[in-house]
């Protein structure tokens, strides 16, 4: 099936059109403080016009680039607070959840100790049982 697709004129110009798009996907949805570019280059911190950016190293200073990162420094860590909220508010809910289990554990338990004194108490004290020693 590739060698049919390889035989289209267009082929390669449709492959350097979809890793293209994927890149941009990439740029356009990626949140928080950038690690990486998908270009490959590694995002430095800069200043312009007394604002702060996070963006590729290999981002050129026009509207039409959007191959690379370029995003506003308060932006960035905007979305790393609200990411890492969701993720303690999460966390807590399943330390809350954990301890509730815990709490109905113990009641469980303490029930199941009674069971067994009143259990141990019948067994030890009927005389059909066989005597030690």
Not at 43 to 72: G, P
């Amino acid at each position: 099936m590739d060698r049919l697709c390889e035989r289209d004129p267009y082929y390669v110009d449709i492959k350097v059109a979809k890793r293209a798009i994927e890149q941009m996907e990439m740029v356009a949805m990626m949140e928080g403080i950038p690690k990486f570019c998908p270009c490959g280059g590694s995002i430095v911190d800069t200043r312009k016009d007394e604002k702060r950016y996070y963006q590729c190293e290999k981002f050129k200073d026009n509207r039409t680039d959007c191959m690379h990162i370029r995003k506003l420094w308060d932006k960035a860590i905007e979305e790393e607070v609200s990411s890492l909220r969701e993720s303690v508010d999460y966390n807590q809910n399943k330390v809350l959840s954990h301890e509730y289990l815990i709490e109905e554990m113990q009641k469980e338990l303490k029930a199941h100790r009674a069971e067994i004194v009143n259990v141990s108490k019948v067994v030890f004290r009927n005389p059909m049982a066989p005597k030690k020693g």
